[in-house]
């Protein structure tokens, strides 16, 4: 039997599930506390207790920035945190809109699609 | 809280200087950040030789404590080059008051240099932030322009309450002879400047200069017999509660309110005291935040504070009088100037930006994205 320790590091089992598909986060089993970027312990609390779940994908518009760029290297492109419905919140796009109409407070959902070369969590409005 | 008193007063600058703020074309970091120390040094009439503690951090050394001591040939008994970004140096004197207490060290100089306007423009030895780089947020900025879209959603800010404090910063900047940008600027220039990371634009962020800075911190028995009235470091604490934007828990609320509060008990003075106040600005957003953390209004009302030319020249609480990091220089880690600008004005050598009877002066660092945050307050003798 592995011990908590033992194989990939959460970074890289977090990547290996995105690259299946899914968004997993963590939860500490002595709290029941969402975390997300992944970690090796409880942040705060030290426990070894992380266990993985499937994120709900559901999340919220913390703040948002349009990054401005020109034209010719891509265009300007939304830069936002979005507060996920566990707890965590992350850093991410919201795409399929315009990123200057992406306003705090608007309802989210998670979506996975390659960016810069490798599988990420994304969002769209609701 | 614990009691620091046992630090307070225990260390006192005699020595600070500035070199190539600005543009300093051909002259690589090292070489600012040891003529700025052989400016202080000389500033404070103390030889090379004496200096036996040596702190310095830049955005370009790995090792920058090691770096200075080579270049100029020194071998400190005690060093630090701990990088915790723009506010490091305010942490280095937390730390070379304790060692110069202790008796570790007997002549304290804190170094910073950087050629990053003449080298080509912002560059860190900062890794790529995980869980973050994959959507290229162009950090710094894009970490201050979304705590800016939050502070502004949560207490109705406008971009011209944020443009009030860059037009302050230029009001000073027009009184210092030393500052970058001195021409006349406008609440409607700010706001109306391109947009870099909405809701900043380009004159919401601080300037990409060139400079190096120094200090002198030697035991107050010491620094009496020198040339210059000796500034007291009379309190200072840090705190830092992320390093990713997206890991700090209200970016409203910075962990200045950790270190403000601190600071202000170990020197036994509060806000109210303060006759100067020099909060590092690397973008609009920081000023309002800075003092509403301090304690200089309450939270959301910031906005409010800086309207009307309250932060100004003529204003009511003179807040960075160099010009800040707006307006005066910005060579990638400003820490040092805000400091040296506190111990100017408390010195009273800063000319026509003066503040007349500056006894008291809060130098406040910040790093990082909004994270590490270091509190220092200095004195002339008489606040002892």
Known sequence: MSGYFDGPGPEAVFREHLA???????????TGRHVFYPRVVAPGTGAADLEWVEASGEGTVYATTVTRRRPEQGGDYNVALIDLAEGPRMLSRVVGIDPGAVTIGMKVRARIQELNGAPAVVFEPV | MPNLKFLRGKAA???????GTGEA???NATELMAEAVHRALADAGIGLAEVDGLFAATAVHSMAAMSLAEHLGLRPKYSNGSNIGGSSFLAHALDAAMALEAGLIDVAVIAY???QRTAGGFRSVSEPMPFEAQYEPRNPITAYALAASRYMHQYGATRADLAAVAVAARGWAQLNPEAFMREPLTIGEVVSARPISDPLGKLDCCLVTDGGAAVVLTRPDRARDGSHKPVYLLGAAMAHHHRMISAMPDLTVTAAADSGPRAFAMAGYGPKDMDTVQLYDAFTINTILFLEDLGFCA???GKDFV????????GSLPVNTNGGGLSCVHPGMYGLFVMIEAIRQARGTCGKR???GARLCLAHGNGGVLSSQVTTIWGTEETL
């Open chain 1, 20 to 30: 299946q598909g899914r968004f997993m986060i963590q939860r500490s089993a002595s």
């Open chain 2, 13 to 19: 600058c005699v020595g600070a200087a500035t070199a």
């Open chain 2, 25 to 27: 074309p051909g002259r």
């Open chain 2, 113 to 115: 240099g950087s050629n």
């Open chain 2, 299 to 301: 939270k959301g009302e």
């Open chain 2, 307 to 314: 309207r009307g030319g309250r932060i100004a020249p003529g």
């Open chain 2, 354 to 356: 003066q503040v007349d």
